[in-house]
Antibody, heavy 115, light 111 residues
Framework: EVQLVESGGGLVQPGRSLKLSCLAS????????MNWIRQAPGKGLEWVAS????????YYADTVKGRFTISRDNAKNTLYLQMTSLRSEDTALYYC????????WGQGTLVTVSS | DVVLTQTPPTLSATIGQSVSISCRSS???????????LNWLLQRPGQPPQLLIY???RLESGVPNRFSGSGSGTDFTLKISGVEAEDLGVYYC????????FGGGTKLELK
């Protein structure tokens, strides 16, 4: 069974940093591209970043480019999102999703940016 | 950047009614490899989204066949043939031909 478990969310002050993790199981992690998608409270879905299976290709939404870094450790079956210079508008539930078609999603980890 | 416009934003239906949701793209979603990367997701209240349909019309494993997708180029439609209570939630189209973009969502409610 495919499982994606996000962690690392929390309350953080504007301008600070936070690193999210997504632990994958139930499939061969190193064979799949992975993604981060976020959802602000009461809002729709926003694509954040994607990374190919071998990390050769990385893409970011314009809203996070230069502030967020997506990475992965295939030996640890883990996807990461390093977030810096956080803003109030980054407040959201952050999901990781398997495959470049978003076939499976985790339950999400909540990031709240507030002073 | 590609913009996906979903209509209607809200849809009220009775159980057993058939409904359709439109997703219109600002650019053609036909990839140079011949595929059209347009998927449909359902997010039930309090849950993460789940994949219903991929590549415009292919039903994800385990998804009931009352769901169907159609379209090409810039115009796409999700149809539910006989709404059931478990179908309530927010439907999103998402494209991955030109990076990734989500539609604004269509909330399906009970009338």
């Amino acid at each position: 069974e495919v499982q994606l478990v996000e962690s690392g969310g929390g309350l953080v002050q504007p301008g600070r940093s936070l690193k999210l993790s997504c632990l994958a199981s139930g499939f061969t992690f190193s064979n799949y591209g992975m993604n981060w998608i976020r959802q602000a409270p009461g809002k729709g879905l926003e694509w954040v970043a994607s990374i190919s299976s071998s990390s050769s290709y990385i893409y970011y939404a314009d809203t996070v480019k230069g502030r967020f870094t997506i990475s992965r450790d295939n030996a640890k079956n883990t996807l990461y999102l390093q977030m810096t210079s956080l803003r109030s508008e980054d407040t959201a539930l952050y999901y990781c999703a398997k495959g470049l078609g978003f076939a499976y999603w985790g339950q999400g980890t909540l990031v709240t940016v507030s002073s | 950047d590609v913009v996906l416009t979903q209509t209607p934003p809200t849809l009220s239906a009775t159980i057993g009614q058939s409904v359709s949701i439109s997703c219109r793209s600002s650019q053609s979603l036909l990839h140079s490899n011949g595929n059209t990367y347009l998927n449909w997701l359902l997010q039930r209240p309090g849950q993460p989204p789940q994949l219903l349909i991929y590549l415009v019309s292919r039903l994800e494993s385990g998804v009931p066949n009352r769901f169907s997708g159609s379209g090409s180029g810039t115009d796409f439609t999700l149809k539910i043939s006989g709404v059931e209570a478990e179908d309530l939630g927010v439907y999103y189209c998402v494209q991955s031909t030109h990076a990734w973009t989500f539609g604004g969502g269509t909330k399906l409610e009970l009338k």
